[in-house]
């Protein structure tokens, strides 16, 4: 069997699972509508088994084929029995006047369908160059398949750089070698391809229920074509999966609060976990979506934001005891304990003044990520008289993100030019992809009469 | 499930609101940059796509080290003659000129990335082979069985475990 054979394989486990899952919630039960949510199965799918083979490995295991698939069949099966509890629901997609908004959406959607071709061939012959993804990331999924598992001693998991990230990205790309039956790093850029594609299909899907397809193609498109995220697609860099996951819990989140359908929650929670297992900030990201619902959403549902928050922090402990119990020294980079010293933080004014000056820049930068942060911030200010809650919240995680990354640059004890000079492109990727997503639903808002505004 | 199409956004209105406005606007955005955009990274991709498709696999693979200037024949030399289960150490210096400060700090990582299953050990006295970029592995106390120099400064050498 050819190693695309085996990726094409995973990939079809991911969507059988994210299938099921869909089913289970009520979302997709038809064959018309499963084909439709394709996209968001495959994210899911791989949300769902990603975390299951990072909770495996950490559990002493080497999440091998037979046991990611007897992983597969428990959350399908779990999903599946769901069914027979929860009622299916209707999901509404707008759609188009006819005329010249058909136009706009078939020439969006052509456009994004053409560039992803483009990115496809790109990726069919790239290989991980990024310093991080070879210096670490790529490294760690290596061992993992090649030691049976997380390894600690020289040359395993933990010899290299940052050990206490967690283990989805690792774990996830592990995966990709075991279905392609060997160590190939030339099939990465390639699986990162497939699951952008399915991040575009759950976007189109999600957003469809409020956003006509003449705004949502050319705003995918518009996604699709940030500098700042192709350069991202196929680099093995967790900045990718991170943006993704963050992009889709937000708006799963900033739907939950216009339609108030606890699928969606479901959904941002399972994205927030894998998120949360990805990266140290993905608990960050977690806890601030939480947060900002809890806030903006006050009165009404306490408990959804409460159980995303406990979701992101139960799904953290595991990796958290297994650090300590292997005496994993923690990133050098920062220390959130820091935040507690004041005098420490006094004595670090002039990098919280540099970050002020430097940082903000990487996120409007037009060769990054075009017009997505700005045309969001106008969009949602525009929106606070309309729809509060949905603005509240877009620009609480736009602020409050870019606060929490000026933070982060503020207590490391990297050098500070140098560190936001090799980081910051990446680190504001997850709330630009986010910015980027959110635009077609803020300008659907805006330009949906008031009869149609009750969600 | 079923699937509920609801009625189309109407662009008309009886009186622009400054909402419905920056909305028109933000839409009309979007379509320019599209438009102006995509011509342009359409071009950039398919050029990148196609240099990588020009390059064999076996070079594609060391476009990380280049990218860090590294000479990739140490690595190359190092995955054909260190055997899975040895062991090797890396050792740099500045008897390799480079044209980029962290070219000496990318020898590491690079060789953990391109030559595992092979164990990277931080101890040289307890790796079989030496990986020298630009080090002094004479200044390292041990006895060679072999050694083979790649470039002037880069040197593989396999250590004679008594």
Known sequence: MSAYAGVVLLDALYLGVGAAVLAGLGIARTLKAAALHAGLALVVGWALIGTAASLLLIAGLGAVVWQILVAAVIVAGAALMLARRVPARRTRRLRNAAGWQTWIAVAGAAALVVYLEALFWRSRFAEPTAWDAWAFWVP??????????????????????????????????????????????????????????????????????????????????????????TRLVGSSLADEPLAMLVTLAGICAALWLLEDDARLAV??????????????????????????????????RAVVPGALAAAAVIAIVPWKLWLSANDVPRTALYDPADLLRPGYLADRSGRLWTAVRDV???????????????????????????????????????????????????VSREPIDWYISTTADRTSATLAVFSAAVVPLLAAEALRPRRMRAG | MATVRQPALSLRARTVSPVRAAGVASVCVVLAVVALKTPQALNSITDQARTLAALPASQRELLGARSADLDTRLFVEARRRIRLGETYAVITGPRVAVSIESTRDAVAPFARYYLLPRRQTPEPTAADWILSFGGDADALGLRFAERHVVAPGVELARVAHP
Do not use: C
Not at chain 1, 275 to 292: D, F, M, P, S
């Open chain 1, 267 to 300: 959904l941002a929670g399972i994205f927030l976990v894998a998120g949360t297992l990805l990266k140290n900030e993905g608990l960050l990201y977690a806890l601030l979506i939480a947060i900002l619902l809890a806030v903006v959403a006050r009165g009404r």
């Open chain 1, 360 to 410: 903000p820049g990487y996120f409007f930068s037009w060769d990054a990520w075009l017009v997505a942060v700005p045309l969001a911030l106008l969009l949602a200010l525009a929106l606070v008289g309309v729809r509060a809650r949905l603005s509240a919240f877009v620009l609480g995680t736009i602020v409050v993100g870019v606060a929490g990354n000026l933070t982060v640059y503020w």
């Open chain 1, 140 to 229: 760690k999924a290596k061992s993992i398949v090649y030691f049976g598992g997380l390894d600690t001693s020289a040359g395993g998991f933990t010899s290299f750089a940052n050990p206490d990230y967690p283990p989805f990205a690792p774990a996830a790309e592990s995966l990709v070698f075991r279905f392609a039956g060997g160590v190939r790093t030339d099939v990465l850029p390639l699986q990162h391809w497939i699951l952008v594609a399915g991040f575009f299909g759950a976007l189109a899907v999600l957003l469809g229920r409020r956003v006509p397809p003449w705004i949502l193609w050319p705003s995918l498109t518009l996604l699709a074509l940030m500098p700042g995220f």
